[in-house]
């Protein structure tokens, strides 16, 4: 069973996404933070990571460094786990390099076919 790491600050956002990827048989983990994140990926490792850009900065603001941070993070890691990014700000990566770390991107709002159909093409 693939294990999957999904990090967003939006409780709403992975409790929908934790539904859909258990329903299609995936062990789904939970990250509310970028800190959260990378001790989950640490302490029980992922087959893949779906994680959004934009979480709270030290103000509290919605910061897409925090994001960016995180990407780095797993590299720095070594964590060889595909990462997924799902944002409703793409350009917040594009043209970063951590855009290299990345396997794919998507703009949210996404269709919960095309989410498991990229979540297939990745694991396969």
Not at 3 to 25: F, P, S
Not at 75 to 90: R, T, Y
């Amino acid at each position: 069973m693939p294990r999957i790491l999904v990090a967003d600050d939006d409780a709403v956002q992975l409790d929908l996404r934790k539904l859909l990827l258990e329903a299609a048989g995936h062990e789904v983990y939970l990250a509310y933070s970028a800190r959260t994140a990378l001790r989950t990926l640490r302490e029980r490792g992922a087959d893949l990571v779906i994680l959004d850009l934009r979480f709270p900065n030290a103000e509290g603001r919605p910061d897409a460094r925090e994001g960016l941070a995180l990407i780095r993070g797993i590299h720095e890691a070594g964590a060889a786990v595909p990462v997924l990014v799902l944002s409703g700000w793409p350009e917040d990566i594009d043209g970063q390099p951590e855009r290299k770390l990345v396997r794919r991107v998507l703009t949210k709002p996404v269709k919960p076919s095309a989410l498991m159909q990229v979540v297939r093409d990745i694991l396969s």
